[in-house]
């Protein structure tokens, strides 16, 4: 429970509200103590919401932020959107609209992820903390791959599924279906995904893990040429039913049952020693031409290439040594190829068999099947690549090089390279970070890097206008904190927009659970020329806003179902369609004619056990039909012993019909049973009603609220 208090200010000596702190109980109100942080205990630092979940609070503190306790308040963190509105707190200025707060809630109606809302003096935020199994799963990606939908990231932490086109991750690891963690490469197609896993620890393969739905379910498959030391999976593709695995020193393997049984492929099949450097297998690209298919095979020395009509036999297989071999590595770690004007492209990543030679890596391409190479980003100094795409894409053809510093690309078949700017604030992949994988569509370029996630490259808008725009995803391994951030406001002397939010100031939050929709209610105030007063509500998640009711103004909000009901200055309003129609609901004691009046502000409704309570300017209600009412108020109690002169006084005091605090009250006590009459005058004595007349009551008793005038003649 927040309190506050007014204190003299420390510059004026003017008496402002402070925070009193956090009185916090944990046996039902029977004992009570005090937790005094700053934030929370300070003149204009107080708490004007809080929205427990589970072990967490929050807290809406006005001047002292947006605060957070894990351990059930006992001590609190504050929580800012951006290093902009922490450096205006920590600075004590408080000049920022955006971080000062007035309501939050918790929206947990997301399996396991939680979004945290909180409305401020310019607009509402929103804090995401997703769950690990609904986010990117590291930040070193490995391997890329695209099953016709969805991008599948290989990472060091589990295997990620990612759709680009809603922004929605999936992560399977060991706590939910794989046996490992590190995946070394990745292959898919439509629900056929195939997957290498390795023991960072002991160094060793750990075989094939398997999905044929998409991810639903999997299995691991422990081929003898994919387990152990030397048979790291490199490279999977999947292509016409076939799974082709690079495993190193395991060599080429096939499997043409979904990844239950493989076999080796060889050049020549009577050589099949992982000692000959053509067996020892880093990539595989499978590449269909107008009569047959060709695969290649990158080794630790050359290509090797096998040339199919009937994928089921193979026509024939040739050797593609690298030439230059004097000063060129031979391994080859990456092959993409493709018809061009130019002839059938080869573009292939070298690295050197053994570091500490002095052989360079490089990128080479030949467009005449491997006859003749050319050399490409071999510096001085040398860019040492990882992974090669040829591809075309946005109207043009285009090569893709992931390198160990940055991404280069080029339309001019290596004429010119470009090294991209990989950034959507304020993550980035920089050109001096290690890239280790690239996938490309005709739509999409995907990267991976080692340590600052994935990066992909689209077309944004519509034919006449699309843009490329880069997007990069970054895994949030610090635990407890948000994941990102998003924000409903008005620009500053902007007319809010059709689907926007309508108001900046956000006093009040309330989320409605409708059957499987979330609809987030918020009270916004005008801040601004162009904005308004009025309850705004959202399903989306806060793309889109919706302005239900221009002009009230709404303190809070309570829901049952499809029914909510608003407290607001102009009485306590009822919809059951999302603001649609409204119903105000008039609070009447029928046994006792009391009542709360239509102009009378009302602050709070909690709906508990088949019960709406209504906390008001003029008193509590409780109605379990929403048509009889009970109310309760308190009076300042006058003593059996009082004088004469101090039976008797009324409430409101000083009092205006106009104001929202109910009519005026006559409160009084008899020495002796009597009959009672009330007339009010105005300063030249004149009359201006009889309130009651000669009515009887009994001595004793404190009459409180039984007799009003509205404070109108008549």
């Keep these: ?37 700053k934030s929370l205990s300070s003149p204009g630092m107080l708490g004007y919401d809080l929205a427990p979940y589970d072990s967490s609070i929050w807290a809406a503190c006005f001047y002292g ?4 306790s894990l351990d059930y308040g006992e001590t609190w963190q504050n929580i800012f959107i951006d290093t902009t509105l922490k450096n205006d707190f920590e600075g004590m200025t408080n000049n920022l609209l955006a971080g000062r707060y007035f309501s ?26 997703v769950g690990k199994h609904k986010k990117l799963a590291s930040n070193r990606i490995n391997d890329i791959a695209f099953d016709g939908e969805f991008w599948w990231y290989a990472t060091d932490r589990g295997l990620t599924k990612f759709g680009d086109s809603l922004f929605v991750f999936n992560t399977y690891d060991t706590d939910n279906g794989l046996p490992g963690n590190f995946i070394s490469a990745v292959g898919a197609s439509g629900d056929l995904i195939c997957a290498g896993l390795y023991d960072t620890l002991s160094q060793q393969s750990l075989g094939f893990v398997v999905s044929t739905n998409g991810g639903r379910n999997w299995q691991q498959v422990l081929s003898e040429q994919a387990v152990g030391a030397d048979n790291m999976i490199q490279e999977i593709t999947i292509h016409s039913g076939s799974i082709w695995a690079a495993c190193d020193r395991g060599g080429l393997l096939r499997s043409t049952d979904d990844g239950l049984t493989w076999r ?59 030439h230059d071999d004097t000063a060129n590595g031979q391994k080859v770690v990456s092959i993409s190829t493709m018809v061009t004007a130019n002839g059938d492209e080869i573009w292939a990543a070298t690295h050197l068999k053994h570091e500490g030679t002095e052989l360079r890596a490089g990128t080479i391409r030949s467009t005449d099947n491997g006859t003749s190479w050319s050399y490409h980003l071999i510096g001085p100094p040398a860019i040492v690549p990882t992974e090669v795409r040829i591809i075309e894409q946005f109207k043009d053809t285009l090569v893709w090089v992931a390198t160990e ?89 902007s007319i809010p927009s059709d689907s926007g939010i309508a108001g900046n100031f956000i006093p009040a939050l309330g989320l409605q659970h409708r059957g499987d929709k979330n609809v987030i209610w918020a009270a916004v105030r005008s801040t601004d020329t162009y904005q308004h007063n009025g309850i705004c509500i959202t399903s989306d998640r806060g793309r889109t806003w919706k302005l239900i009711a221009d002009g009230a103004i709404a303190w809070n909000f309570e829901f049952n179902g499809d029914t909510a009901w608003v407290p607001t200055s102009q009485g306590l309003l009822m919809t059951t369609d999302e ?127 039984l007799d009003r005038w509205d404070g109108r003649n008549g």
């Design 579 to 705: 603001g649609a129609n409204w119903t105000t609901l008039k609070i009447v004691d029928k046994t006792t004619g009391r009542e709360i009046g239509g102009n009378v502000e009302v602050y709070a409704a909690r709906y508990v056990n088949g019960a709406l309570w209504v906390g008001t300017n003029d008193g509590l209600a409780r109605s379990v039909d929403l048509d009889d009412w009970e109310i309760w108020r308190v009076f300042y109690p006058i003593a059996e012993t009082a004088a004469d002169d101090e039976r008797s006084y009324v409430t409101p005091n000083p009092f205006s019909p106009y104001l929202s605090d109910g009519p005026l009250k006559f409160h009084y006590r008899l020495k002796q049973s009597g009959d009672v009459t009330i007339k009010v005058y105005d300063f030249a004595n004149n009359l201006v009603k009889t309130v009651i007349s000669g009515v009887s009551r009994d001595g004793g008793v404190q009459y409180d609220d």
């Design 1 to 37: 429970m927040a309190t506050s208090h007014d204190t003299a200010s420390p510059s004026s000596g003017e008496l402002v509200p402070a925070g009193g702190g956090l009185q916090i109980t944990d046996n039902f109100g029977d004992d009570w103590r005090l937790v005094e942080p």
């Design 264 to 322: 080796n492929y060889y050049l020549d099949s009577t050589i099949t020693s992982a000692d000959d450097p053509r067996n020892t297998i880093h990539c595989v690209s499978v590449a269909p031409r107008e009569d047959y298919t060709k695969l290649l095979a990158g080794s630790d020395s050359g290509i090797v290439v096998f040339y199919f009509t009937d994928l089921s036999v193979i026509d024939s297989a040739r050797y593609l040594p690298l």
């Design 65 to 68: 932020g947006l605060l957070r």
């Design 405 to 493: 510093s940055g991404m280069r690309e080029s339309i001019d078949f290596g004429g010119r390279w470009n090294t991209p700017l990989i950034a959507s604030y304020p993550d980035t992949i920089r050109g001096s970070d290690r890239v280790l994988a690239v996938e490309a569509t005709a739509e999409e370029t995907h990267v991976g890097s080692l340590a600052r996630g994935a990066g992909y490259l689209a077309l944004y808008g519509d034919t006449a206008s699309a843009t490329l725009y880069w997007q990069v995803l970054k895994a949030n391994l610090v635990a407890d904190s948000f994941d990102y951030v998003g924000r409903s406001y008005v620009l500053i002397d």
């Design 104 to 129: 939050v809630l918790v929206d947990s109606y997301h399996d396991d992820s939680v979004i945290v809302w909180a409305g401020s003096a310019e607009g509402v935020q929103r804090f995401y903390y």
